[in-house]
């Protein structure tokens, strides 16, 4: 299968890309970035494109699955708008690209909480993007919705670094779907989503992706 991963740098991402580089069911995969990858393979290519002017159609777009990773915070975006425009807009409008040319794919790794009519504006724009996304009418659509992800990341984050520490003490006595959500848990979930896709809308949960 030829795969197009958004979001290849990101934590999630970058394992994500690993996985399918390494699994003999993705005969290629497309993985365009804001800046080049760093990882040279056979079987992948990296156009660096502006997010902002992505083309509207060429080979680019004529993949069988897509995994989206694409994300950011309030503090990395600097606004609402900002981030309303990476975390909704730019997954949507790959999500358009792709099915306009024939993809019936989609994995998309969204958040737990989303919800369109959600009060908190990040479960909000997390909602807005799975319910536009099932309006796009891909065969198979999978929400990937984790808690907090556990794993190294380039950046630090003091919230996420002191919840991980607290979550991870009481890891044995919570419920799964409180646990920390570890990275590779997250991508193989979106790799299998994608190589093995189930017909219809699926939703996994942060329980299973403890």
Known sequence: MRVLLAGATGLVGAQVLQRLLVDT?????LAPSRRALGVQHARLRNPVLDFEQLPQHGDDWQ???????????????????AFHRIDHDYPLAIARR?????CTVF?????A??????????????GELERDLQALDFASLTLVRPGLIGG????????????????????????RAWRI???SNIAAALVE???????????????ALA
Do not use: H
């Not at 990773?69 to 606004?79: D, F, I, P, R, V």
């Not at 994995?107 to 958040?111: G, V």
């Not at 989503?193 to 329980?207: D, E, I, W």
């Open 193 to 207: 989503a994608a190589l093995a896709p189930q017909p219809g809308v699926r939703v996994v949960g942060a329980a």
């Open 113 to 126: 909480g989303a919800n369109p009519r959600a009060w908190v504006f990040y479960s909000r724009v997390k």
């Open 98 to 102: 792709v099915r306009a040319q024939g």
């Open 152 to 175: 190294e990341r380039s950046e630090y984050r003091a919230g996420e670094q002191l919840a991980g520490k607290v979550l991870g003490a009481l890891a044995p006595v919570l419920p």
């Open 25 to 29: 069911r993705c005969t290629s995969v």
């Open 107 to 111: 994995a998309l790794n969204s958040a």
């Open 63 to 81: 993949v069988d699955a897509a995994i989206c990773a694409l994300g950011s915070t309030m503090k990395q975006a600097g606004s609402r708008q």
């Open 181 to 183: 959500n570890p990275a």
